[in-house]
C-alpha cells in the first residue's frame, strides 16, 4: 500500500488549497478512503471519507461545507478540496485506506496564517 500526499502549502485565512493523493499497491476503487488530519499537539483527526463508487460521502461537522472530496478510480487518485480555511485548519493532511490510519501517506502540511 503506497499513498502519497500533494497540494498543501502556506494560505491566508479564507483561502482555498486542492490537496491530492496519488495510491498504488492496492486496488483503489474497492476502499473507502479517508483525509484524516493532525494539527501539532493533537490527536489525528477523521475530516472525511468516500465510498468507492462515491456515492456516499461523509464530513466531520468542522467542515460545515468548506470542504470537498473527491476521487477518480481510473487513476488511482483521492482529492480534497479546500475553501475557506481558518487558522484551526492548519495541520497535517492525511489519505488513509482506514479510518484509524494505519494506511496513510506521509502527509502534506497545511498552514493558514495571515
Known amino acids: 500500500v503506497q499513498l502519497v500526499e500533494s497540494g498543501g502549502g502556506l494560505v491566508q485565512p479564507g483561502g482555498s488549497l486542492r490537496l491530492s493523493c496519488k495510491a498504488s499497491?492496492?486496488?483503489?476503487?474497492?476502499?473507502?478512503m479517508y483525509w484524516l488530519r493532525q494539527a501539532p499537539g493533537k490527536r489525528l483527526e477523521w475530516i472525511t471519507d468516500?465510498?468507492?463508487?462515491?456515492?456516499?460521502?461523509y464530513y466531520a461537522d468542522f467542515v460545515k461545507g468548506r470542504f470537498t472530496v473527491s476521487r477518480d478510480n481510473a487513476n488511482s487518485m483521492l482529492y480534497l478540496q479546500l475553501n475557506n480555511l481558518k487558522l484551526e485548519d492548519t495541520a497535517m493532511y492525511y489519505c488513509?485506506?482506514?479510518?484509524?490510519?494505519?494506511?496513510r501517506g506521509p502527509g502534506t502540511q497545511v498552514t493558514v496564517s495571515s
Open positions: 488513509a485506506r482506514e479510518i484509524a490510519g494505519v494506511n
Open positions: 468516500i465510498t468507492p463508487d462515491g456515492e456516499r460521502i
Open positions: 499497491g492496492f486496488f483503489f476503487d474497492v476502499y473507502t
